[in-house]
């Protein structure tokens, strides 16, 4: 079983609407990260939080609001999405924000845009 | 931006028989990493190799950190169903950070009982 908690596993959403991914962590890990994978591809890196503060954006519209309350939630918040931005998207955590590359990730959620 | 080669794309086998697949770049890499993704499931990390010309086992896996850096491959030994999933070969340098963890395309892996 993942460590990684993620909520909702499904969303279908319109276009107008505003909802959140949320994702849980309890290994004191100090590092969390969104990625967004579409099918049959890779995951794609979007946010990297390191010690609560937010350390890489890779670019990602403003559609999409990473937010870390603690060290132990990460949550992305959803507005105004596109058809396009339908894909799984994917929580994951490592202990530190350090060269490893030993990542954690959760089942994901799968979001559907309408 | 850098790119990771990984095949093959997909293999079909049958129960018992071996697996290889690799990852190259024409970039160096201080870290490559395999990852496994089951479907409707996140990755999982299966082996990561730290150091050029490593040799890590994990049960029936097998995997190379190549000398030239640039490289590196999988084994899979004696497939049985459950090695359904897809591959991902990673890498990662150093002196920067998760961001720069780059992925490869997958090798998509079907076992024939």
């Known amino acids: 079983d993942t460590e990684v908690t993620q909520t909702p596993k499904h969303l279908v959403m319109g276009m107008t609407n505003k909802k959140s991914l949320k994702c849980e962590q309890h290994?004191?890990?100090?590092?969390m990260y969104w990625y967004k994978q579409k099918a049959k591809k890779p995951p794609e890196l979007m946010f990297v939080y390191s010690y609560e503060k937010l350390s890489i954006n890779e670019s990602v519209p403003s559609r999409f609001s990473p937010e870390c309350p603690n060290s132990s939630l990460l949550n992305l918040h959803l507005h105004a999405l596109q058809p396009e931005d339908s894909a799984l998207y994917l929580c994951?955590?490592?202990?530190?924000?350090?060269?490893?590359?030993?990542?954690?990730f959760g089942e994901g959620s799968r979001l559907t845009v309408l | 931006g850098q790119q990771l080669n990984q095949s093959p794309q997909s293999m079909f086998i049958q129960e018992g028989e071996d697996v290889s697949m690799n990852c190259t770049s024409s970039s160096i890499f201080n870290t490559w990493l395999w990852y496994k993704q089951d479907p409707g499931e996140g990755p999982v990390l299966l082996i990561a190799?730290?150091?050029?010309?490593e040799l890590t086992s994990n049960g029936r896996l097998t995997a190379q950190f190549g000398i030239t850096r640039k490289d590196s491959f999988l084994n899979i030994s004696a497939s049985i169903p459950s090695d359904v999933g897809i591959y991902f070969c990673a890498g990662l340098n150093y002196g920067g950070s998760q961001g720069n963890l780059i992925f490869g395309k997958g090798t998509k892996l079907s076992v024939k009982p």
């Open positions: 190799l730290y150091k050029a010309g």
């Open positions: 994951a955590s490592s202990r530190q924000r350090v060269e490893t590359g030993e990542l954690f």
């Open positions: 290994m004191g890990h100090r590092a």
